[in-house]
């Protein structure tokens, strides 16, 4: 987890916090119309997402897999970082989930794949 800790801290951090808390507010629209980053802990909505959606949005930026007309300041990692090195630092937040949000978190990807 030390790669994927180091990762997140150069790549992700600066917008969703070195504690993974987020930016304050992250509901709540900002005057540009778009949404703060939210937080990758227990606290926030990454766990209801699956494997495949998290990897795509981090690959590919939100726009790819946003509806029509959503804004976010999600960039695309493509190019930055290799999938492989997007597998792991999504495995470090996983990481950090209590077990039974990983649980979940599992199940609703099994039931993606």
């Known amino acids: 987890m030390a790669v994927g800790a180091q990762l997140y801290a150069r790549h992700c951090a600066s917008c969703h916090g070195t504690e993974l808390q987020g930016q304050p507010n992250w509901r709540d629209r900002a005057p540009n119309g778009r949404l703060p980053a939210p937080p990758h802990d227990e606290s926030g909505h990454t ?3 699956s494997d495949e959606v ?4 981090t690959k590919k930026g939100l726009a790819a ?6 804004e976010s ?5 493509e190019g930055v970082l290799s ?5 792991v630092v ?3 937040i996983k990481s950090t989930w ?3 949000i990983r649980e979940r978190q599992a199940r609703l990807s ?3 794949r």
């Open 98 to 100: 209590p077990p039974s």
């Open 110 to 112: 099994a039931k993606t």
């Open 54 to 57: 998290l990897f795509q949005v």
């Open 65 to 70: 897999v946003a509806p029509p007309g959503y």
């Open 73 to 77: 300041d999600m960039p695309a990692f």
């Open 47 to 49: 766990w209801h997402h």
């Open 90 to 92: 999504l495995g470090f």
């Open 83 to 87: 999938d492989q090195e997007i597998a």
